[in-house]
């Protein structure tokens, strides 16, 4: 109660937001008195934890309304050095051209990333796989030049975390990055497309957590207020956006070791300073939030009003990842590590998991041994003795010895349960009241956070090949659309979409270019928001009922986001 309490105090303090607001407004020209069309402009208070951006528009122009005094204005364009200057002084702002190495260093991670020369596709491929899923590569902290040794130190932390890369990958990766990122600036070759409905557009970001925090998803509640879980301190985090004001609770107390059923791995940038591990979050039908807790196999509900946890243990079960609720009101949920998908009725507190195909010898192994290998390995905490115990480097075969159900939805024509499996590169569906399965190899690699649109259309983001899929789940016939990349040599890996329950549009998250898209099926347009934040790394899209989209940007670690912390980001078109 007492961390509660202080946390509220402080946020209150210093942002409870006054009843007034200001507008800032201005234009923005190039040196030579041309007007900047789709410059960012953000405006913030020193010390501040919260701000807010728009875009300029062709002529120049920008307004941003903002509910804080004192305020400072940042404009920022790729190709431009950032100019910082008191509101007041913002009416006529000028953006000087930057040098070849301050260039560099602001372009986003996917410009770096596309420079590593690999000495193979499969490399790359299996690096796109399995060293991008969690955070940027390419950014200002992971481009920072290193030796081949120190890069084997890097790798091996993040193979006890959960990186699965053979021995022929393992040399190759520290080998590859050693040689590209050399700190010498690289050529500007980015094509900055300015989205004409951009204009008007506003984010507004809040910083949450601590620098070792992992926010991962987050949910807006009916009653207005947005509840995010941080995964690696075991909280859920309560944002009024009216009074700007943040409240930590506390998960209860476990009597699993740190790290839940993953003590037996290093703890990677903090990740695992928790029992619970709490990943995805949703509010149900009794307006509860509910959550997956990955470290422990748990269900858990958190009462928004007496602020009650409870929690379910989940039978059979590794790392439970992502949730939603039917319309009976059941949980569907995967269970990466496990090879399941489940069931959950919180009325009568009833589990059902489902076993899922194997899909070849290396991968039934996997189902087989892991809870062993978990086991074992927690008898030595920290020693990441799953590394060594398991067989994905002795037979070459890398991720490809698990299948990861990860992404999950309810398709509202038939309340079929559909569901990915990311690295298995299968597409699921399971009939809820029978409980059949089928699989389907999914048209393309890396199928990840799938979601529906209200026709029983299936949309897909495809990880590994910078790709949205649209899959007709009554003919199972598909189209490809390639995301737009700010240079052909250039890839995307989106982790999550969502779909617009009044528009019907895609909003994609891509999470190497600080971009967020919106894709309108009816033209088959792409629409490009940059971040006014970098190092973005957005998880599970969410829409609020003023149109409103917001995500978490949880790249991991937190200190290496502009800033220095995870945020929440809202963005009304």
Avoid at 403 to 427: A, M, R
Avoid at 472 to 489: A, G, R, V
Wanted: glycine share 8%; net charge neutral.
């Amino acid at each position: 109660m007492r961390t509660r309490t202080i946390v509220a105090i402080a946020w209150t303090f210093l942002y409870s937001g006054p009843a007034w607001s200001q507008t800032v407004q201005g234009r923005v020209f190039d040196e030579s008195g041309r007007p900047v069309a789709g410059a960012i402009v953000t405006v913030f208070k020193e010390g501040s934890t919260i701000q807010e951006s728009g875009y300029s528009d062709a002529s120049g122009h920008f307004l941003v309304s903002s509910s804080f005094d004192g305020l400072r204005v940042r404009v920022r364009r790729p190709g431009y050095v950032d100019s910082i200057v008191p509101s007041a002084s913002a009416s006529s702002i000028t953006l000087k051209a930057a040098d070849a190495q301050a260039l560099s260093d602001s372009l986003t991670a996917s410009a770096h990333a596309a420079h590593v020369s690999w000495d193979s596709p499969e490399h790359k491929a299996n690096f796109v796989s399995q060293c991008h899923y969690c955070h940027q590569i390419g950014n200002a902290l992971t481009r920072a030049p290193k030796d081949q040794d120190t890069w084997k130190l890097t790798i091996d932390r993040m193979q006890g975390y959960g990186a699965l890369i053979s021995y022929s990958d393992e040399s190759s990766f520290r080998e590859t990055l050693a040689r590209s990122f050399d700190g010498k600036p690289i050529p500007f070759h980015q094509k900055h497309v300015v989205s004409p409905e951009t204009f008007g557009a506003k984010i507004t970001e809040w910083q949450m957590g601590e620098p070792d925090s992992f926010m991962h998803d987050a949910e807006i509640h009916p009653n207005g207020k947005i509840y995010a879980v941080d995964m690696s301190k075991d909280k859920i985090y309560e944002l009024d956006r009216k009074t700007n004001r943040i409240v930590a609770y506390d998960l209860p107390p476990s009597e699993l070791p740190l790290g839940g059923m993953f003590s037996g791995a290093f703890r990677p940038l903090g990740t695992f300073a928790a029992h619970h591990g709490p990943h995805s979050i949703q509010v149900g039908p009794d307006g509860k939030l509910w959550t997956t807790n990955s470290l422990a196999a748990e269900i858990m509900s958190f009462d928004p009003v007496t602020h009650a946890f409870k929690v379910y243990p989940v039978p059979d079960a590794i790392y439970p990842h992502t949730l939603r609720f039917d319309q009976k009101g059941r949980i569907w949920f995967t269970v990466a590590l496990s090879n399941k998908v489940g069931r959950f009725d919180p009325a009568s507190g009833e589990f059902k998991i489902l076993k899922l195909d194997s899909h070849g010898l290396f991968r039934l192994m996997s189902d087989l041994l892991l809870p062993t290998i978990l086991k074992v390995s927690g008898w030595f905490p920290q020693k990441n003795l799953h590394v060594s115990l398991s067989h994905h480097k002795a037979t070459g075969e890398g991720h490809r010895i698990l299948n990861l159900p990860y992404g999950i939805d309810v398709n509202p024509v038939d309340g079929s349960i559909w569901f990915s499996k990311l690295y298995g590169g299968f597409i699921g569906r399971v009939d809820p009241e029978t409980l059949e399965v089928r699989e389907w190899s999914s048209p393309l690699g890396g199928p990840r956070r799938l979601r529906f649109a209200k026709d029983g259309t299936l949309w897909v983001p495809s990880f590994e090949t910078s790709s949205l899929l649209r899959i007709s789940t009554s003919t199972l016939k598909y189209k490809i659309y390639k995301l737009p990349l700010l240079n052909e040599t250039e890839y995307e890996t989106p982790y999550a979409l969502g779909v617009h329950p009044v528009t019907q549009d895609v909003w994609i998250t891509s999470n190497l270019s600080d971009r967020i898209f919106r894709f309108v099926p009816a033209t088959e347009k792409f629409i490009t928001y940059e971040s006014p934040t970098r190092v973005t790394y957005m998880r599970d899209v969410l829409f609020d009922s003023d149109g409103t989209i917001c995500t978490t940007n949880s790249n991991m670690p937190a200190y290496a986001i502009e800033g220095g912390r995870q945020k929440v980001f809202c963005l009304k078109p």
